[in-house]
């Protein structure tokens, strides 16, 4: 039973599209994140939702909106796809805010043509 | 602002080697220190994790990693390691408040030849 599941696994898509990303954790934790792994491995955070509320938005264009309809589910959506958004996204979730450390979904490797 | 270095882009090593990859971290205060590790094509899973107590951190797979407070370092260690440990490995560190996001270091890509 995987902790950590996130849809699709690989998504190519054109410049311009809108496409979503979900993620749902059956661990129970109250925390949920998303972060981007870019073409040289480095992780960096974008959202974080404990109990469906966002506490951590960083620095990230407004084309990328998180929604967590309740504690256990984190999508992601991009709108206005464009070719610099090409990364592995990892979605993960934490019992607390981080102190614990993550459990983290595969990946989605999204491309942009 | 808080960082996590990772002094080692790209380390190759042969099997039975012995490995340290150095991390530094630049917090105030309490913290939480930790060590994923990614194998090709895989997500990150969590090695070890240092909170308190012992410095010296026993993980997963025969790796541990001591904390050494006066150098704010986290570094891991493996005294033998085998081609299954090719992969890379992030250094990560989040405040002991436990109210804080994990920021990771830029990752080691760990290379073992057979």
């Known amino acids: 039973d995987t902790a950590v599941s996130q849809t699709p696994k690989y998504l190519v898509t054109q410049m311009g599209n809108d496409k979503s990303i979900k993620c749902e954790q059956n661990l129970g934790h109250d925390t949920m994140y998303w972060y981007k792994q870019d073409s040289k491995k480095f992780l960096k955070i974008m959202f974080s939702?404990?109990?469906?509320?966002?506490?951590i938005n960083e620095t990230v264009p407004n084309r990328f909106s998180p929604k967590s309809p309740d504690k256990a589910h984190l999508n992601l959506h991009i709108n206005s796809l464009e070719l610099g958004d090409s990364a592995v996204y990892f979605c993960?979730?934490?019992?607390?805010?981080?102190?614990?450390?993550?459990?983290f979904g595969s990946g989605t490797r999204l491309t942009v043509v | 602002a808080q960082s996590v270095s990772q002094h080692n882009h790209h380390v190759i090593l042969s099997e039975a080697a012995s490995l340290e990859l150095g991390c530094n971290y630049s917090y105030g205060g309490t913290v939480n220190l930790f060590w994923y590790v990614q194998y090709p094509g895989q997500h990150l899973q969590l090695l070890l994790k240092?909170?308190?107590?012992?410095?010296l951190v026993k993980g997963i797979k025969g790796f541990e990693a001591e904390f050494i407070k006066s150098k704010f370092s986290f570094n891991l260690r493996k005294p033998s390691v085998q081609w299954s440990d090719t992969a890379e490995y992030f250094c990560?560190?989040?405040?002991?408040?436990?109210?804080?996001?994990?920021?990771f270091g830029k990752g080691t890509r760990l290379h073992i030849l057979p």
């Open positions: 240092y909170f308190s107590g012992d410095p």
């Open positions: 990560a560190a989040a405040r002991g408040n436990r109210d804080d996001k994990i920021i």
């Open positions: 939702y404990n109990n469906k509320e966002l506490i």
């Open positions: 993960a979730s934490s019992q607390d805010a981080g102190g614990d450390g993550y459990t």
